[in-house]
């Protein structure tokens, strides 16, 4: 499965953007996605995600309650909707596939990537 993360962008501190990632293949389905990110210097970490079928949902603590990880199976894409955007959000922020599970929160457990879309959160 091929990967396309879109909806970057500069943002000030309090607002908001939504994050697409569309998915090649026809079984999306499937796949368990996450949502991932990366700031300079520091290790990709996980950040959202969410079950094949959509029922189940799991967050960083650093983000609950100002993120929502959603998808839409019919479009074969996954959706994070990030609200309350801090400066300390700035980074690539990069979705994921893994096959073989209902969820997963842990980064190998991932099987495909997408090229990544930077959100800059300026203060």
């Known amino acids: 499965v091929q990967l396309q993360a879109s909806g970057g962008g500069l943002v000030q501190a309090g607002g908001s953007l939504r994050l697409s990632c569309a998915a090649s293949?026809?079984?999306?389905?499937?796949?368990?996605m996450g949502w991932f990110r990366q700031a300079p210097g520091k290790e990709r970490e996980f950040v959202a995600a969410?079950?094949?079928?959509?029922?189940?949902?799991y967050y960083a603590d650093s983000v609950k309650g100002r993120f929502t990880i959603s998808r839409d199976n019919a479009k074969n894409t996954v959706y994070l909707q990030m609200n309350s955007l801090k400066p300390e959000d700035t980074a690539v922020y990069y979705c994921?596939?893994?096959?073989?599970?209902?969820?997963?929160?842990?980064?190998?457990?991932?099987?495909?990537w997408g090229q990544g879309t930077l959100v800059t959160v300026s203060s």
């Open positions: 994921a596939a893994a096959l073989g599970v209902v969820v997963t929160t842990t980064r190998y457990e991932y099987d495909y």
């Open positions: 293949g026809r079984t999306f389905s499937s796949y368990a």
């Open positions: 969410i079950s094949w079928s959509g029922g189940s949902t």
